[in-house]
Structures are given as structure tokens and as C-alpha cells.
């Protein structure tokens, strides 16, 4: 298992660092799981550390949602606070660092979504108000979809590896099990396993806190 | 026959083509369609191109790192000439080179944007290399060429990527940006 994490980083591929000089770095800098694990134990340096290393990357998710300016600096820049706030909740077995962000990132892009999506509701349902027209049309579809993104995404964080980084790979990456099980070296019915009881455990948490969400 | 095995059904929520017997009865049973339904519902809340992997870096303004500083109290600073840097990663010096295209697929977008900014930038080579030849100074064609030997992945990617490993099996029922994606190639 320990085998298999190791070459997760490279085989997720989603977070490549940004290194523009690695032949200097190398000699004196820590490698990603290095950082990953001062990270973890607090060391301010290490998170200057993955800032430089994986900054580029979150930011490059931000303004492909929101398009580059404030939104996206905000992802960004909560990203990091959060990540840095709740590191505890960060530990090996979630897989490497870079990834674990932009499990952070996805949040804080879920969440900045759901606030412009509620703000432009909020401005059609007052137009509409003006107009006279039925309101609540568009509501109720898109709470309960945006409220299962939230659950999806809290529950891919409590999983543990290799389940998060299967599944992820099948919903970010849009691979098939054979391709995930090219890609981690994971035997593909164990691929298959795992896709099975992650989605089966994400449609409990839907059907428990989903309902009652909603109730 | 019998049902399909709960694996096949997670694949079918995954919109994985399933073999032809699977999908043959999974066409016509209700018991096992009602549970791929059911298993899809967490697919399709995160199906969206703004939760999709990392595609390019783009570098984030000073600011962000000083509110970081701020909000943290983190008096560690990262070197701003590598932060500045970031989107000159988007070259895959680092082995990069077999993730990209299920990256890239998922931004039509700015591929097609990339692969024009490519073509023009290698229409401007070429002319740039017809035009020193007119001189006489066919080393200068090389100097001038702006899209030097590493950069032609980033338009092939773009062309090949949407028929690249099983970008098929969402043909026809992912999320409208997905399906674009597929016609985009």
C-alpha cells in the first residue's frame, strides 16, 4: 500500500509542481511529501513551500471557474487558509499534499458558485417580483443539486486512499476503471470494487443528510 | 439473464459502456436501471467543468499571498519569481506529458484558444522564417520561430484529446459541457 502511495503523486498527474528550476531545488529543498508532512506538523515554511509549488495550480482552477479577478483570488486565497487552519485534518493517508488542496479548492469553488448562483437568483426573483411573475421556478432544482455537491465533496474527503484517488480519477478525470487501473497500477477488479462501495457510500450519505436537508 | 453485478452498475453510473449483454439488460430491467439512478446522483453533483482537475496554472497576483500572511499570521514568504513563473509550467518539463490529455479534455475552451494562439503563433514563425530566407539568413529562421520543438504537444493535445482512452463513454448522456467537449473534436 505504502507502494501505491508513493506513485500517486506523479500518476494523479492533476497537480504537477511548478519548478521551474529543479535541478537547484532538488539539492536543497524538501520533495512534495516532505513538505506534506511539515505541513502537517505546522511549519510555517512549509506552507510558503507548497504556495510556490501549487499555487499556480489552484489559481489555474480558480480562474477557470470564475474567470481571472476577485472570485478567483478568494478561492485561492481561502484555499490556503483553510488548508493551513485545518491541517490536522490532513495526513498521509489522504495522499499527497497537492492533492488534498485541490480537494480544499473544490470546496471553495462549490461554495463561491453557490453564493453567485444565489446572488443571481436573488436579482431574477426581484425582476421577476417587478414583473409580477410566478416566482420559484428555478429554486428548488438548483438547492437540492447544489446541496448534494457539498455532501459529495465532504464525504470524497473523509475517504482514505486508494478509494479518494480511484473515484476522483473517475469523476475529475473522466477515466473508466481500466484507464484508472492503467494509471495506479490498482488490478482492475479491485478498481471496480472500490468505484462500487464509494458510490454506494455516497448515495447513503445523499439519502440520509440530503433528505433530511431538505426536510 | 441475470441482473447486472453491482460493479457493472457503479460503471453504468459512471456512464461507462457496459458489454453488450449488461447493457442489453439493463435497457429493459427497471429494478436494475432504478439503481443505477440511484448511485448517479452523486456523479452527476459533481459533474461540472468548475470541479474538474487542474488543467494550466495560471500565476495569482501578489495579494493573494499577502492575505494568506495576513489571515494566517505566517511570516514565511514563498519566492515570488517562482510563483510568478507558474504558468510557464503549462510546458510539461516535468513528466507531465501522458496526464495531459485527460486534462485537457475538460476545457474545450481554452484548448481551442491555446491550439489558436498555437496556429498563430506558428503562422507567425513561418512567415517570420519566409521572410529571412527572403533575406538570405535562413539562421535567423530558427531564432525567430516562436514555437520552438517542445511546444507542438500543446496543439496536438488539443486535437487528439477528445477521442483519447474511453472519452467515448460519455458520448451520450454526460452533462451538456461534457457531450460539447466530444463535438468540439
Redesign the interface.
Known amino acids: 500500500m505504502s507502494g501505491l502511495l508513493a506513485v500517486r503523486p506523479?500518476?494523479m498527474?492533476?497537480?504537477?509542481?511548478?519548478?521551474?528550476v529543479?535541478a537547484q531545488r532538488n539539492a536543497v529543498e524538501p520533495d512534495d511529501r516532505e513538505v506534506g508532512r511539515r505541513f502537517a506538523a505546522g511549519d510555517?515554511?512549509a506552507?510558503?513551500?507548497a504556495?510556490?509549488r501549487w499555487?499556480?495550480?489552484?489559481?489555474?482552477?480558480a480562474?477557470?471557474?470564475f474567470g481571472?479577478g476577485p472570485d478567483a483570488?478568494d478561492v485561492?486565497?481561502q484555499t490556503?487558509?483553510s488548508a493551513?487552519?485545518g491541517r490536522a485534518g490532513y495526513r498521509s493517508d489522504k495522499g499527497p499534499l497537492p492533492g488534498w488542496l485541490?480537494g480544499v479548492a473544490?470546496h471553495k469553488?462549490?461554495d463561491t458558485?453557490a453564493k453567485r448562483e444565489r446572488q443571481r437568483r436573488e436579482t431574477e426573483a426581484a425582476m421577476a417580483d417587478a414583473q409580477a411573475a410566478p416566482p420559484d421556478r428555478v429554486t428548488s432544482g438548483f438547492d437540492s443539486?447544489v446541496a448534494?455537491?457539498f455532501?459529495?465533496?465532504e464525504e470524497l474527503a473523509r475517504l482514505g486512499q486508494p478509494q479518494r484517488g480511484i473515484i476522483?480519477l473517475?469523476?475529475?478525470?473522466?477515466?473508466?476503471?481500466?484507464?484508472i487501473a492503467d494509471r495506479t497500477g490498482i488490478p482492475l477488479g479491485t478498481v471496480?470494487?472500490h468505484?462500487?462501495r464509494t458510490?454506494?457510500r455516497?448515495?447513503t450519505?445523499?439519502e440520509v443528510d440530503?433528505a433530511a436537508l431538505h426536510a | 439473464m441475470q441482473h447486472c453485478t453491482p460493479e457493472q452498475l457503479a460503471l453504468a453510473a459512471l456512464r461507462e459502456p457496459l458489454p453488450a449483454d449488461d447493457a442489453d439488460h439493463l435497457a429493459g430491467c427497471e429494478q436494475c436501471r432504478t439503481e443505477v439512478i440511484s448511485l448517479q446522483r452523486a456523479v452527476d453533483a459533481v459533474a461540472v467543468p468548475q470541479l474538474a482537475a487542474p488543467g494550466a496554472p495560471v500565476a495569482p497576483p501578489p495579494g493573494v499571498w499577502a492575505g494568506i500572511a495576513a489571515a494566517t499570521g505566517v511570516s514565511a514568504t514563498p519566492r515570488t519569481d517562482v510563483a510568478r513563473q507558474a504558468p510557464a509550467a503549462e510546458e510539461p518539463a516535468q513528466p507531465a506529458a501522458e496526464v495531459v490529455p485527460f486534462r485537457s479534455r475538460r476545457r474545450p475552451l481554452l484548448l481551442v484558444a491555446a491550439a489558436v494562439v498555437a496556429g498563430a503563433a506558428l503562422g507567425a514563425g513561418a512567415v517570420a522564417v519566409v521572410q529571412s530566407q527572403d533575406g538570405g539568413e535562413p539562421v535567423t529562421a530558427v531564432a525567430l520561430d516562436p514555437w520552438p520543438t517542445t511546444r507542438p504537444p500543446v496543439a496536438r493535445r488539443s486535437s487528439s484529446s477528445p477521442t483519447v482512452r474511453g472519452w467515448s463513454r460519455s458520448t451520450s448522456t454526460r452533462p451538456s459541457w461534457r457531450t460539447a467537449t466530444t463535438r468540439s473534436g
Open positions: 506523479a500518476e498527474g492533476s497537480v504537477v509542481g511548478v519548478d521551474p529543479p510555517e515554511q506552507l510558503a513551500l504556495y510556490e499555487a499556480g495550480q489552484i489559481h489555474g482552477m480562474v477557470r471557474a481571472p483570488e485561492t486565497q490556503f487558509v493551513w487552519t485541490v473544490r469553488i462549490a458558485w443539486q448534494d455537491r455532501l459529495v465533496l476522483e473517475a469523476f475529475f478525470e473522466d477515466l473508466t476503471h481500466a484507464q471496480k470494487s468505484i462500487r458510490l454506494e455516497l448515495r450519505r445523499l440530503g
